[in-house]
């Protein structure tokens, strides 16, 4: 029973810190939220997604009580991120970079 309330307790707490700590989160409001956010900062995209996954983004969001646009922005946010710390660890334009130092260096051969 103690190791059930010690869960319970450390729970509440974590809830309770995650929700003051968000509430002061720099998130950016979605247009469709609260105030509308001038349309030069918005766009809306639209794709189709698999009606399971539509199920399953309605059970998650209902669950968690957030409005699906607001979970879909912070996926999409989340996964941004993670992209770009990809692509800079990969270092996707090395070669590019290398063949115009390369370029650039025959350029300076033929001029000089």
């Not at 059930?4 to 995650?18: C, P, S």
């Not at 996954?53 to 996926?75: D, H, Q, T, W, Y």
């Amino acid at each position: 029973m103690v190791k059930i309330m010690n869960k319970y307790f450390k729970e509440t707490i974590t809830q309770k810190a995650l929700a003051v700590k968000l509430s002061h989160a720099p998130f950016y409001e979605n247009p469709s939220e609260g105030e509308a956010a001038p349309k030069q900062f918005f766009k809306n995209v639209c794709t189709p997604i698999p009606m399971p996954m539509n199920e399953e983004l309605e059970r998650v969001a209902g669950l968690l009580s957030i409005p699906k646009g607001r979970f879909l922005f912070l996926a999409l946010t989340s996964a941004l991120e993670e992209a770009n710390v990809l692509l800079k660890e990969i270092d996707v334009s090395e070669y590019q970079r290398e063949f115009n130092e390369a370029v650039e260096i025959e350029l300076q051969a033929e001029v000089a």
